[in-house]
């Protein structure tokens, strides 16, 4: 079992940004899968953002293509989300997850979530 701590989480104004980070301990993190989920009030937790084991393949939310970046980094065992020109919008917990592949569906590790609240 693979345990996930957020931090970075806070508030910031509109077009403003945050850097996420995600520490990994338990399994080799280099063997995992690395994603960033979030969940608004109200709504159902969606994706944001994943990235492979080595870092150099990444996939992205259409809603966050070209504002947010995830990067990795496996001799520090971390994962980050670099956020930026926030919106209103993506006021949610953010949660970082670990799986096997780039399915949302395969991600069964997760952390207890960070909060980022953006002000419009």
């Known amino acids: 079992q693979v345990r996930l701590v957020e931090s970075g989480g806070g508030l910031v104004q509109a077009g403003g940004s945050l850097r996420l980070s995600c520490a990994a301990s338990?399994?080799?993190?280099?063997?995992?899968?690395m994603g960033w989920f979030r969940q608004a009030p109200g709504k159902e937790r969606e994706f944001v953002a994943v990235?492979?084991?080595?870092?150099?393949?990444?996939n992205y939310a259409d809603s966050v293509k070209g504002r947010f970046t995830i990067s990795r980094d496996n001799a520090k065992n971390t994962v980050y989300l670099q956020m930026n020109s926030l919106k209103a919008d993506d006021t949610a917990v953010y949660y970082c997850?670990?799986?096997?592949?780039?399915?949302?569906?395969?991600?069964?590790?997760w952390g207890q979530g960070t909060q980022v609240n953006v002000s419009s």
């Open positions: 997850a670990a799986g096997g592949s780039f399915s949302p569906s395969d991600f069964g590790s």
């Open positions: 990235i492979s084991r080595a870092g150099l393949n990444k």
């Open positions: 338990g399994r080799t993190f280099s063997s995992l899968v």
